[in-house]
């Protein structure tokens, strides 16, 4: 059973900054394409940002400049680091696992809810 486990979300004040990690077993992690996903109330999952095994990396559109995707090879681990969190980065955010860059993910993890507000 392919498990991806997220952890690190959290509230914080708008400007702030939260980490968010992600998981998983080392077969998963080096045949996949990582990523992380996010749903707002009443709003579909979107894409954030995802990662190849070689470390190129891709984002939407909204998050570029602010938010970085990493990955540690060592511990199986992909990460989000988020800066300049705005209120409408408020969502439950969920790293995906997928066979392809521009597909869907075919695992996911439980999600982690990130709120920003004052």
């Known amino acids: 059973q392919v498990q991806l486990v997220e952890s690190g979300g959290g509230l914080v004040q708008p400007g702030g900054s939260l980490r968010l990690f992600c998981a998983t077993s080392k077969n998963i992690f080096s045949t996949y394409v990582m990523g992380w996903y996010r749903q707002a109330p009443g709003k579909q999952r979107e894409l954030v940002a995802k990662i190849l095994s070689g470390g190129s990396t891709m984002y939407e559109d909204s998050v570029k400049g602010r938010f970085t995707i990493s990955r540690d090879n060592a511990k199986n681990t992909v990460y989000l680091q988020m800066n300049s969190l705005k209120p409408e980065d408020t969502a439950v955010y969920y790293c995906?696992?997928?066979?392809?860059?521009?597909?869907?993910?075919?695992?996911w993890g439980q999600g982690t809810q990130v709120t920003v507000s004052s």
């Open positions: 995906g696992a997928g066979r392809t860059i521009y597909g869907p993910a075919d695992y």
